[in-house]
T-cell receptor
Framework: GNSVTQMEGPVTLSEEAFLTINCTYT??????LFWYVQYPGEGLQLLLK?????DKGSNKGFEATYRKETTSFHLEKGSVQVSDSAVYFC????????????FGKGTLLTVNP | SAVISQKPSRDICQRGTSLTIQCQVD?????MFWYRQQPGQSLTLIAT?????????ESGFVIDKFPISRPNLTFSTLTVSNMSPEDSSIYLC???????????FGPGTRLTVT
């Protein structure tokens, strides 16, 4: 079956530091890959996505590249801000008629001023 | 994208009672989903709600405990029945338009069972 493994948190950084949150996956077929963000007390928001190998998703300074050879989709940001403090979830959706999203366990990021 | 609202946003309920959560979307969508997020945990899919047919439940979730309705393409309800403190969670609905595509989430319903 499908699974997503992401870096255990929590992650604590200082403002303007470089961020990497690792995500690897196991899936049948050719999945689409996503990063979602959940700010405190809120629902999930789609941060970025990639639908095929070598695609790069980007949004709000965050980037992730779909690496089929390493089955990875690591999230990066060059300079984090306090407002980036949130829980980040890596997720995938596989092909065929299956709409189901499979989530990783989430990584709590805290950015200190 | 889609704009999704949920009611109620939060509730505190006594054990043994039931709560129905509503999910409304601003446009017609094929697939609606219900997830549970237990405190400090990731999301677990409860069921997929298809308009005009029975919901499809994931392993570990049953219709008697979590009955779902999907009367049209913009609305769904999830009922949490005969609640116990273990049902204290955030319940989120989401919508999807096609296979392998992103889902959009509602703000969630924070349920506390005492």
């Amino acid at each position: 079956g499908n699974s997503v493994t992401q870096m255990e948190g929590p992650v604590t950084l200082s403002e303007e530091a470089f961020l990497t949150i690792n995500c690897t996956y196991t899936a049948t077929g050719y999945p689409s890959l996503f990063w979602y963000v959940q700010y405190p007390g809120e629902g999930l928001q789609l941060l970025l996505k990639a639908t095929k190998a070598d695609d790069k998703g980007s949004n709000k300074g965050f980037e992730a590249t779909y690496r089929k050879e390493t089955t990875s989709f690591h999230l990066e940001k060059g300079s984090v801000q306090v407002s980036d403090s949130a829980v980040y979830f890596c997720a995938l959706s596989s092909g065929g008629s299956n709409y189901k999203l499979t989530f990783g366990k989430g990584t709590l990021l805290t950015v200190n001023p | 994208s889609a704009v999704i609202s949920q009611k109620p946003s939060r509730d505190i309920c006594q054990r043994g009672t039931s709560l129905t959560i509503q999910c409304q979307v601003d446009s017609q969508v094929t697939m609606m989903f219900w997830y549970r997020q237990q405190p400090g945990q990731s999301l677990t899919l409860i069921a997929t709600a298809n308009q005009g047919s029975e919901a499809t439940y994931e392993s570990g979730f049953v219709i008697d405990k979590f009955p779902i309705s999907r009367p049209n393409l913009t609305f769904s309800t999830l009922t949490v029945s005969n609640m116990s403190p273990e049902d204290s969670s955030i319940y989120l609905c989401s919508v999807g338009r096609e296979a392998r595509a992103e889902q959009y989430f509602g703000p969630g319903t924070r349920l506390t069972v005492t």
